[in-house]
């Protein structure tokens, strides 16, 4: 069955019983028309088009919204740098500019570190865990709730799981050979890695290219294998290590500008709740799909694969778990979001251990005999 053809013949039922009943009078109609108004709206991206997942998912959002709302409430998206510069999308909407940004929360870690939660923070949760604060451990409440300071109510909308540590261009093997490195590296990792010695650098994805290939930078992080390969990273950096210790589980968000949103009809705020839903959903099955195959493509074109030290991960543990305690203690935002994904992730790890860990473990061990 057409799912707008069910809802339009139901609703044009509903307003032929309403006329019968009142001496054919129209009454119904323009209560209908006043709950689905024609809206359109501008949203723009952190990410430019070439980068399909991400740019992609705020794509998929529009069209959703436009779908749900037989083209009632219109979304035209702008990609990152056609009204506002990828790291400014916040400004765009909490400014009036546009009405809705699709964006890393983590970006704006300047503004307020507390900002971070809402992507990831070092050492913070995974993925799946990530899901599981935001709908049911109040995360996305306490989110707006900060957020609602800046004018603006937001959403998750993607994930792009665990991420790749970056492309460096000599191995780093133990702390001191982070010392001088010049990295590009998002959100609050750059204030754990300056701890270790490293330069961090905050750089938008289509400039970072150039810079690695100047020498402006020693290494860069970005995503994973398949945005990653698309940068052309490897050409320059051949190491590639893992894991982003700093990225777990890679939130995005819609960001909304509040009195926007408080203006929206009900039925309009749930297309935009559920169109978020359903790209949090796809965006992370689509990197699951994507990255093994650009993986095995980096490492066949001579990308060196290489895990962080167990000295390196043990230092940046501490240095994240010092920087929090300083943001903490006269960060009350902060210090309210950290506590809270704390106290989650406690638990949640001690069941991914009976759960996940042991039926993964077993699988990789298959997989690495030749047995799948």
């Given at each position: 069955m057409d799912r707008r053809k069910f809802i339009g013949g139901a609703a044009k039922g509903a307003i032929g019983a309403g006329a019968v009943g009142l001496g054919a009078t129209s009454l119904a109609a323009p209560a209908i028309a006043q709950e689905r108004p024609r809206i359109q709206w501008r949203m723009t991206s952190s990410f430019p088009k070439s980068l399909d997942t991400l740019y992609g998912a705020a794509e998929a959002l529009a069209n959703h919204v436009r779908e749900i709302s037989d083209g009632q409430f219109d979304i035209q998206l702008f990609a990152a740098g056609e009204i506002v510069p990828g790291g400014q999308v916040l400004d765009a909407v909490q400014g009036g500019t546009?009405?809705?940004?699709?964006?890393?929360?983590?970006y704006y870690v300047g503004k307020d570190p507390a900002f971070a939660f809402g992507t990831a923070v070092p050492f913070g949760l995974n993925a799946r865990q990530q899901n599981a604060w935001f709908y049911e451990?109040?995360?996305?409440?306490?989110?707006n709730e900060f957020y609602a300071k800046s004018?603006?109510?937001?959403?998750?909308?993607?994930?792009?799981?665990?991420?790749?540590?970056?492309?460096?261009?000599?191995?780093?093997?133990?702390?001191?050979?982070?010392?001088?490195?010049?990295l590009r590296i998002a959100g609050l990792a750059g204030r754990v890695v300056e701890k270790l010695g490293v330069v961090p650098q905050q750089i938008a994805a289509g400039d970072i290219y150039a810079a690695l290939e100047r020498g402006t930078l020693d290494a860069v992080e970005f995503v994973g294998p398949y945005d990653d390969?698309?940068?052309?990273?490897?050409?320059?950096?051949?190491?590639?290590?893992?894991?982003?210790?700093?990225?777990?589980?890679?939130?995005?968000?819609?960001?909304?500008?509040?009195?926007?949103?408080?203006?929206?009809?009900?039925?309009?705020?749930?297309?935009?709740?559920?169109?978020s839903r359903a790209v949090n959903c796809s965006m992370l099955a689509s990197y699951d799909y994507r990255n093994p195959l650009a993986l095995k493509r980096l490492a066949e074109g001579g990308a060196q694969l290489r895990p962080f030290s167990q000295e390196i991960m043990q230092a940046s543990f501490a240095a994240a778990q010092?920087?929090?305690?300083?943001?903490?203690?006269?960060n009350e935002d902060y210090r309210k979001l950290l506590e809270s994904q704390n106290a989650f992730k406690r638990d949640a790890y001690l069941w991914a251990q009976i759960s996940e860990y042991t039926f993964d473990t077993f699988m990789m061990v298959k997989q690495r005999e030749g047995a799948l």
């Open positions: 546009v009405e809705l940004g699709h964006t890393a929360s983590y451990g109040g995360g996305t409440e306490l989110l004018g603006i109510h937001a959403m998750p909308a993607g994930n792009t799981g665990a991420q790749m540590g970056g492309w460096y261009r000599k191995e780093i093997n133990t702390p001191d050979d982070l010392k001088g490195l010049k390969e698309k940068l052309g990273f490897f050409r320059v950096a051949p190491y590639y290590y893992y894991p982003a210790w700093w990225e777990g589980g890679a939130a995005l968000h819609l960001m909304v500008n509040a009195d926007k949103w408080n203006s929206l009809p009900d039925s309009y705020k749930a297309m935009l709740n559920a169109a010092e920087l929090h305690q300083e943001i903490s203690a006269d």
